[in-house]
């Protein structure tokens, strides 16, 4: 069975990268940085975000994808297209409650995504059934254009999963450089803490993340008190 992009093999692997328990990446160093405990993974349940976004692709020939899914998954404007002119949504779920964009966001098909944000009025901020919206999967995925666009026209960068989790959290976790910056200096907020008591600092796994964390921590206290500031009740 599959879940979010991703299948499941076997019972013991049943870590789930939509927001649920985390993965573990390796640093520089070659050290395991599990998110989460082992306990909570199972004993073979702790992967790479590299290795679970790999497994996304084998997920895609399983059952439970729409055809407009899997069209705009391919990038395939025409088709999808056609799928609408027959009636189909661009803002219909699959099995796994997951939009077309969703599909388009994860696999980096900047036209595409384009089209169904502008052409066809695709909900950005669509979620699938733990949280994740296209943004989170363009994060994971490394697709920083994507990303870049996505928040441009109103992606909500601060929306959390069903266990907190919110995009810098993965960025960080993926010790993705560019990906950090680009959500941090959108507003990201750098201290949330997911349910597992993680922060995107103590889920960098290299240290110019976690440099720019620690930097955006910094200007975020100085403007807390900065004279005429106001907390937020």
């Not at 099995?95 to 909900?123: K, S």
């Not at 919206?133 to 999963?161: C, E, H, N």
């Amino acid at each position: 069975m599959a879940t979010g992009l991703m299948s499941r093999t076997g019972s013991s692997r049943r870590s789930s990268m939509s927001g649920g328990r985390a993965p573990s990446v390796h640093s520089a160093r070659g050290v395991a940085q599990p998110a989460a405990p082992s306990s909570e993974l199972g004993e073979e349940g702790v992967e790479t975000l590299a290795e679970l976004s790999q497994r996304m692709n084998d997920s895609m020939v399983e059952t439970g994808r729409t055809k407009i899914g899997m069209a705009a998954h391919q990038g395939n404007i025409r088709q999808v297209e056609s799928l609408v002119f027959e009636g189909a949504s661009t803002n219909q779920p699959d099995e796994y409650g997951e939009t077309p964009l969703h599909m388009a966001a994860a696999a980096g098909h900047m036209e595409m995504v384009r089209f169904l944000v502008e052409e066809c009025r695709a909900e950005i901020n669509a979620t699938n059934w733990e949280g994740w919206t296209p943004l989170f999967w363009s994060t994971v995925r490394g697709q920083v254009d994507v990303s870049k666009y996505l928040i441009s026209m109103g992606a909500d960068i601060i929306l959390r999963t069903s266990q907190d989790w919110m995009p810098l959290h993965y960025a960080a976790l993926n010790g993705d450089v560019e990906m950090s910056d680009i959500l941090l200096s959108s507003g990201a907020d750098a201290t949330a803490v997911n349910a597992f008591g993680s922060t995107p600092l103590s889920l960098a796994v290299n240290k110019d993340v976690a440099a720019l964390i620690e930097d955006s921590i910094k200007k975020q206290n100085a403007h807390k008190t900065k004279p005429g500031h106001k907390q937020r009740a």
